[in-house]
């Protein structure tokens, strides 16, 4: 179900989506789909930051949204798509959690329930800073070549 106002809102403490996810994410966004990824802005695993940093600047290009939570730090995981379905569990946005590890997400056809949880990320967005893609492209050659390699490391992450 595509509603008028088709959005898909994310929610997730790790960031390191594979390729295939990239271009899932990038493929939603380019039709037109509002795609909000809210974030931790201090996250406590420093190198998994630095992977995701790399990686956002592939989503940004593309349209989407990611917004920079203030601390502290939440280890929330959950998806809110078209305002009906909802994804909550577990399972982080990483390789790990989605191949390796024993994760576990609910899922929940429900206007009702996703119109609570879009509160919830409705009051993290209010509170979080919008993160843009000249921010992420104005970092120092230094800086984006941490990132870069720490984004070579990110299936281990």
Known sequence: LISAQSSVRIV???FIPDSALIKTI???A???INVDIVLPAE???QVVKW???DLIRQILEHGSRVWLSPPPFDHSKLMVVDDVWTL???ANWDTRSFRLNFEFNVECYDQSFASRMNQIINAKIDRAQ???LEEVNSRMLPVKLRDGIARLF???L
């Open 12 to 14: 997730t403490p790790y």
């Open 26 to 28: 990038n493929l939603t």
């Open 30 to 32: 380019l039709r037109g």
């Open 43 to 45: 996250n406590n695993l």
């Open 51 to 53: 992977a995701s940093t």
């Open 88 to 90: 909550l569990g577990s």
């Open 130 to 132: 919008k993160l843009t």
């Open 154 to 156: 990110s299936p281990y």
